[in-house]
């Protein structure tokens, strides 16, 4: 008969394994990669083909459905704002709410690792990589951004940047994945800088 010790030892070491949340590697995976390939190939195009149904009118902006959705994601939009200097579209994916900080600070390190990982082929064959820089998330703060520029020299991406933010609203922890181009500040309303 086997001992009740280890045999009690053995299955504490099996829940624990277990329960240990998946690394960001274990997570990585094609549909993820496919999904962000399928957002960045549309961005020159200002979201054009993975626009859907409006779903919010607003004052000055318009969201609608995206077509494409992350792998997790709670929804996912394209958004538009009417702007004569600024016509582009935004892309956002809610990806994550609780209570609890904990949890969605590791979904917010998990999705950093997952986007820093991503390796997304374009149409004509070229390759791009997200590069960004973990921005340590701590619950005395509101919110927390890692921002991730696509590795290329196409002219068309240079303002783009995918954001992947941890911020507390209304009781409740929320990471959204962001992909913008955002002009700079002086170049839409050069009299604000004077």
């Not at 190939?41 to 318009?62: M, R, S």
Request: charged share 20%.
């Amino acid at each position: 008969m086997k001992n009740p010790t280890s045999l009690l030892v053995a299955l504490l070491a099996t829940a624990l394994v277990q329960a240990q949340p998946k690394t960001a590697e274990k997570t990585i995976t094609p549909a993820f990669t496919k999904a962000v390939e399928t957002i960045l190939g549309d961005f020159p195009h200002n979201y054009k083909h993975i626009t859907g149904d409006l779903v919010l009118a607003q004052g000055e902006w318009e969201h609608y459905a995206s077509t494409i959705t992350l792998p997790g994601a709670i929804s996912c939009i394209v958004g538009r704002y009417h702007s004569v200097l600024d016509t582009t579209a935004s892309w956002q994916a809610l990806m994550f709410s609780s209570e609890e900080f904990n949890e969605a600070a590791t979904v917010y390190k998990q999705l950093f690792h997952q986007l820093n990982a991503c390796k997304v082929k374009m149409v004509d064959g070229s390759v791009y990589y997200l590069d960004g820089k973990l921005e340590t998330a701590t619950e005395a703060m509101d919110f927390v951004t890692s921002t991730f520029k696509v590795k290329t020299g196409d002219e068309r991406y240079r303002l783009f940047k995918v954001e992947l933010e941890l911020l507390y609203q209304l009781n409740e922890w929320v990471v959204n994945i962001n992909m913008v181009s955002k002009k700079n500040d002086k170049d839409m309303r050069p009299d604000w800088m004077e």
